[in-house]
Protein backbone atom coordinates (compact mmCIF):
# COMPACT_ATOMS: atom_id res chain seq x y z
CA UNK A 1 0.00 0.00 0.00
CA UNK A 2 1.34 3.31 -0.79
CA UNK A 3 1.94 5.69 1.83
CA UNK A 4 2.34 9.67 1.69
CA UNK A 5 4.13 10.47 4.71
CA UNK A 6 4.98 15.04 5.27
CA UNK A 7 6.81 16.42 8.14
CA UNK A 8 6.19 18.66 10.10
CA UNK A 9 2.43 18.19 10.10
CA UNK A 10 2.30 21.92 11.75
CA UNK A 11 4.64 24.48 11.33
CA UNK A 12 4.74 27.80 12.65
CA UNK A 13 7.00 30.34 11.71
CA UNK A 14 7.84 33.96 11.94
CA UNK A 15 7.74 36.17 8.68
CA UNK A 16 11.20 36.66 6.71
CA UNK A 17 12.69 33.02 7.90
CA UNK A 18 13.50 30.05 5.82
CA UNK A 19 11.75 26.64 6.47
CA UNK A 20 11.50 23.07 4.44
CA UNK A 21 8.89 20.80 4.76
CA UNK A 22 9.62 17.47 3.69
CA UNK A 23 7.59 14.49 2.12
CA UNK A 24 8.81 10.41 1.91
CA UNK A 25 6.60 8.47 -0.12
CA UNK A 26 6.53 4.27 0.04
CA UNK A 27 6.60 2.87 -3.12
CA UNK A 28 8.40 3.82 -6.55
CA UNK A 29 6.71 6.90 -8.50
CA UNK A 30 8.42 9.57 -11.40
CA UNK A 31 5.74 11.91 -10.30
CA UNK A 32 5.00 13.88 -7.48
CA UNK A 33 2.65 16.82 -6.88
CA UNK A 34 2.64 19.85 -4.14
CA UNK A 35 -0.75 21.49 -4.15
CA UNK A 36 -1.97 24.72 -1.64
CA UNK A 37 -5.38 24.67 0.66
CA UNK A 38 -6.22 27.67 2.17
CA UNK A 39 -9.18 27.20 4.75
CA UNK A 40 -12.46 25.77 3.32
CA UNK A 41 -11.37 26.38 -0.45
CA UNK A 42 -10.53 23.86 -2.96
CA UNK A 43 -6.69 22.90 -4.42
CA UNK A 44 -4.33 24.84 -6.12
CA UNK A 45 -1.95 22.65 -7.98
CA UNK A 46 1.68 24.44 -7.11
CA UNK A 47 4.43 21.86 -8.85
CA UNK A 48 4.25 18.88 -11.16
CA UNK A 49 7.79 17.38 -10.53
CA UNK A 50 8.24 14.39 -13.26
CA UNK A 51 12.00 13.37 -13.00
CA UNK A 52 14.74 12.42 -10.38
CA UNK A 53 16.57 15.82 -9.63
CA UNK A 54 13.54 17.80 -11.09
CA UNK A 55 13.68 21.29 -9.18
CA UNK A 56 10.58 24.18 -9.69
CA UNK A 57 10.47 27.11 -8.48
CA UNK A 58 7.99 30.29 -7.99
CA UNK A 59 8.55 33.12 -6.08
CA UNK A 60 9.60 32.18 -2.58
CA UNK A 61 8.80 28.28 -2.94
CA UNK A 62 10.96 25.93 -4.32
CA UNK A 63 10.08 22.44 -4.94
CA UNK A 64 12.58 19.24 -5.65
CA UNK A 65 12.06 15.72 -5.76
CA UNK A 66 14.85 12.36 -5.14
CA UNK A 67 12.93 9.48 -6.72
CA UNK A 68 15.80 7.62 -5.33
CA UNK A 69 15.16 8.41 -1.58
CA UNK A 70 11.71 8.24 -2.77
CA UNK A 71 11.65 11.96 -1.10
CA UNK A 72 10.44 15.44 -2.19
CA UNK A 73 11.24 18.82 -0.54
CA UNK A 74 9.26 22.12 -0.78
CA UNK A 75 11.49 24.48 0.46
CA UNK A 76 9.98 28.64 1.92
CA UNK A 77 12.29 31.37 1.50
CA UNK A 78 11.93 34.57 3.68
CA UNK A 79 8.31 33.49 4.20
CA UNK A 80 5.97 35.93 4.33
CA UNK A 81 2.30 35.77 5.50
CA UNK A 82 0.31 35.09 2.59
CA UNK A 83 1.62 31.64 2.34
CA UNK A 84 -0.06 30.68 5.07
CA UNK A 85 -1.46 27.81 4.61
CA UNK A 86 -1.93 24.09 4.44
CA UNK A 87 0.13 22.28 1.70
CA UNK A 88 -0.01 18.56 0.38
CA UNK A 89 2.05 16.60 -1.67
CA UNK A 90 0.80 13.79 -3.68
CA UNK A 91 2.07 10.57 -5.31
CA UNK A 92 -0.14 8.47 -8.34
CA UNK A 93 -0.93 5.15 -7.50
CA UNK A 94 -2.99 3.64 -5.13
CA UNK A 95 -5.45 4.14 -7.52
CA UNK A 96 -4.34 3.89 -11.09
CA UNK A 97 -3.36 7.65 -11.66
CA UNK A 98 -5.82 8.50 -8.88
CA UNK A 99 -3.16 10.50 -6.30
CA UNK A 100 -2.44 9.21 -2.99
CA UNK A 101 -2.24 12.72 -0.65
CA UNK A 102 -0.07 13.21 2.89
CA UNK A 103 -1.82 14.66 5.59
CA UNK A 104 -0.54 18.11 4.54
CA UNK A 105 1.50 20.63 6.30
CA UNK A 106 -0.46 23.63 7.89
CA UNK A 107 1.75 26.32 8.00
CA UNK A 108 1.40 29.49 10.03
CA UNK A 109 3.23 32.72 8.72
CA UNK A 110 3.38 35.99 12.01
CA UNK A 111 4.36 38.69 11.37
CA UNK B 1 -13.00 27.71 -19.78
CA UNK B 2 -12.90 29.13 -16.21
CA UNK B 3 -12.05 25.86 -14.45
CA UNK B 4 -13.29 22.71 -12.64
CA UNK B 5 -16.95 23.19 -11.61
CA UNK B 6 -19.21 21.30 -8.92
CA UNK B 7 -22.53 21.87 -7.96
CA UNK B 8 -23.92 21.96 -5.25
CA UNK B 9 -21.50 23.60 -3.41
CA UNK B 10 -23.40 22.65 -0.34
CA UNK B 11 -25.62 20.04 0.70
CA UNK B 12 -27.25 19.63 4.02
CA UNK B 13 -29.32 16.14 4.02
CA UNK B 14 -31.16 13.63 6.96
CA UNK B 15 -29.60 10.48 7.56
CA UNK B 16 -30.81 7.78 5.08
CA UNK B 17 -31.48 10.32 2.11
CA UNK B 18 -30.03 9.74 -1.25
CA UNK B 19 -27.65 12.64 -2.45
CA UNK B 20 -26.08 13.52 -5.79
CA UNK B 21 -23.58 15.70 -7.01
CA UNK B 22 -22.41 16.83 -10.08
CA UNK B 23 -19.03 18.39 -11.70
CA UNK B 24 -17.90 19.45 -15.16
CA UNK B 25 -14.78 19.47 -15.32
CA UNK B 26 -12.22 21.54 -18.10
CA UNK B 27 -13.63 21.36 -21.44
CA UNK B 28 -10.34 19.01 -23.20
CA UNK B 29 -9.91 17.30 -20.19
CA UNK B 30 -10.65 13.09 -20.20
CA UNK B 31 -9.88 11.87 -16.81
CA UNK B 32 -12.19 12.53 -14.16
CA UNK B 33 -11.00 12.17 -10.77
CA UNK B 34 -13.39 12.34 -7.70
CA UNK B 35 -11.31 12.18 -3.76
CA UNK B 36 -13.07 12.98 -0.61
CA UNK B 37 -11.40 15.42 2.10
CA UNK B 38 -12.47 15.24 6.28
CA UNK B 39 -11.49 17.67 8.22
CA UNK B 40 -7.52 17.80 8.80
CA UNK B 41 -6.79 15.32 6.15
CA UNK B 42 -5.83 15.00 2.72
CA UNK B 43 -7.81 14.19 0.13
CA UNK B 44 -8.75 10.53 -0.24
CA UNK B 45 -9.40 9.16 -4.34
CA UNK B 46 -12.47 7.50 -4.42
CA UNK B 47 -12.88 6.66 -8.58
CA UNK B 48 -11.57 7.74 -11.83
CA UNK B 49 -12.83 8.20 -15.31
CA UNK B 50 -11.24 8.11 -18.78
CA UNK B 51 -14.01 9.20 -20.99
CA UNK B 52 -16.61 7.77 -19.85
CA UNK B 53 -15.07 4.50 -18.57
CA UNK B 54 -14.94 3.63 -14.84
CA UNK B 55 -11.44 2.58 -14.79
CA UNK B 56 -10.58 2.74 -10.95
CA UNK B 57 -12.88 2.73 -8.02
CA UNK B 58 -10.78 2.72 -4.48
CA UNK B 59 -11.97 0.40 -1.79
CA UNK B 60 -13.44 3.49 0.33
CA UNK B 61 -16.18 3.84 -2.58
CA UNK B 62 -18.43 1.36 -0.62
CA UNK B 63 -22.06 -0.37 -2.90
CA UNK B 64 -23.29 2.94 -1.53
CA UNK B 65 -21.67 4.97 -3.85
CA UNK B 66 -22.09 5.29 -7.61
CA UNK B 67 -20.42 7.67 -10.04
CA UNK B 68 -21.25 7.65 -13.93
CA UNK B 69 -20.08 9.96 -16.70
CA UNK B 70 -22.15 9.33 -19.30
CA UNK B 71 -20.98 11.07 -22.16
CA UNK B 72 -17.54 11.53 -21.01
CA UNK B 73 -17.72 14.90 -19.80
CA UNK B 74 -20.05 15.71 -16.56
CA UNK B 75 -20.10 13.36 -13.68
CA UNK B 76 -22.24 12.56 -11.37
CA UNK B 77 -21.52 10.83 -7.53
CA UNK B 78 -24.06 9.17 -5.97
CA UNK B 79 -24.37 8.27 -2.32
CA UNK B 80 -27.19 6.14 -1.18
CA UNK B 81 -29.11 5.65 2.37
CA UNK B 82 -26.72 8.58 3.79
CA UNK B 83 -24.65 7.84 6.71
CA UNK B 84 -23.38 10.45 9.27
CA UNK B 85 -19.87 8.81 8.25
CA UNK B 86 -20.40 10.59 5.01
CA UNK B 87 -19.90 14.14 5.64
CA UNK B 88 -17.03 15.47 4.14
CA UNK B 89 -15.61 17.72 1.38
CA UNK B 90 -16.27 15.82 -1.93
CA UNK B 91 -13.85 16.72 -4.91
CA UNK B 92 -14.00 16.63 -8.32
CA UNK B 93 -10.27 17.17 -10.92
CA UNK B 94 -9.66 16.37 -14.44
CA UNK B 95 -6.76 16.31 -16.41
CA UNK B 96 -5.62 15.84 -20.17
CA UNK B 97 -3.68 12.85 -21.12
CA UNK B 98 -0.53 14.78 -21.51
CA UNK B 99 2.76 13.42 -19.73
CA UNK B 100 2.38 15.70 -16.85
CA UNK B 101 -1.32 14.56 -16.02
CA UNK B 102 -1.94 17.29 -13.58
CA UNK B 103 -5.39 17.51 -11.57
CA UNK B 104 -7.44 20.49 -11.51
CA UNK B 105 -9.45 20.50 -8.61
CA UNK B 106 -12.89 22.30 -8.37
CA UNK B 107 -14.54 23.72 -5.39
CA UNK B 108 -15.83 21.14 -3.84
CA UNK B 109 -19.25 20.05 -2.48
CA UNK B 110 -19.73 19.67 1.23
CA UNK B 111 -22.12 17.39 2.33
CA UNK B 112 -23.37 17.72 5.84
CA UNK B 113 -25.30 14.57 7.07
CA UNK B 114 -27.69 15.12 10.18
Known amino acids: ?111 | DTGVSQNPRHKITKRGQNVTFRCDPISEHNRLYWYRQTLGQGPEFLTYFQNEAQLEKSRLLSDRFSAERPKGSFSTLEIQRTEQGDSAMYLCASSQDREAYEQYFGPGTRLTVT
Not at chain 1, 1 to 29: A, D, H, R, W
Not at chain 1, 50 to 74: C, H, P
Open chain 1, 1 to 111: ELKVEQNPLFLSMQEGKNYTIYCNYSTTSDRLYWYRQDPGKSLESLFVLLSNGAVKQEGRLMASLDTKARLSTLHITAAVHDLSATYFCAVPGGGADGLTFGKGTHLIIQP
